[in-house]
């Protein structure tokens, strides 16, 4: 028997093994597995080929229900709001892919957002079900993103992070400190917060390390050049606004601005600006910049 053909939009399929349970057929299962989803809309998915087996065919409307059945299924969001912007390809090797990701576009697929992903996008232009994001930025966050686009080599690039191997540089502009003294370092330990998408800074050890610097001065605003030595959610905007100057336009920090939606001509005024490493496959020294620009 032949091994089965995973497409690019196989790879990109969520997977569900069957959980124990009283079921006559798969449908059954994954109706009340994911009550959200009505019996019809399985049934239409199903009838368009978007429900897998293991060997990545569409299952039969009547396949019977098997404890452990591996099953492949496809998130969808019925009318998908496009974002309109635009991401560019910034270098690709058959190892790694660097993007410059615009503000308000996700990274990966997460809540109402699947297509309409950094990710998704680059498959779909590269042809490469492979790639795989080395990091996240913050969807309301601009500037660089690295994707390993080669399983073999992953783990060599995945390996700069958790290592401190890979200097991460990001602008902001935010409201004047005349009063502190810079360069300065901030450390302090984050923990959630509420709302539950919020970080917020708790007692205890550090666990976050930013690096700040002055770059630029105009009148009531500055600009600033960060530099995480951590990588937390949310890390630089928790840490300007407990500085007292929270970064323009940011819809969270230091407060939640209640019925917020995306403005895109007020994004964030935060960018991860600059990447420099030693390319653990190449040995060569990269250095990547941002053609994005904040403007005042």
Known sequence: MPAPVFTAAHRQASTLYLPPGPWLTVLDCLCERFSAISREQWLDRIARGKVLDADGQPIAVDLGYREGLRIHYFREVPNETPIPVQESIL?????????????????????EYVEQTLLRRLIRTLDNPELVPLHRIDRHTAGLVLFSANKQTRSAYQALFPTRRIEKRYEAIAPALPDMAFPRVHKS????????????EGEGPSNTETRVEVSEQNGGLWRYALYPVTGKKHQLRVHMAALGAGICNDPFYPDVLKDAVDDYANPLKLLAQGLRFIDPVTGEERVFESRITLDW
């Open 91 to 111: 270098y690709a090797n058959e190892h790694l892919v660097v993007a410059d990701k615009p503000h308000f576009l996700p990274v990966t697929p997460a809540g």
């Open 189 to 200: 330990r984050l923990v959630d917060g509420e709302p539950f998408f919020r970080m917020q």
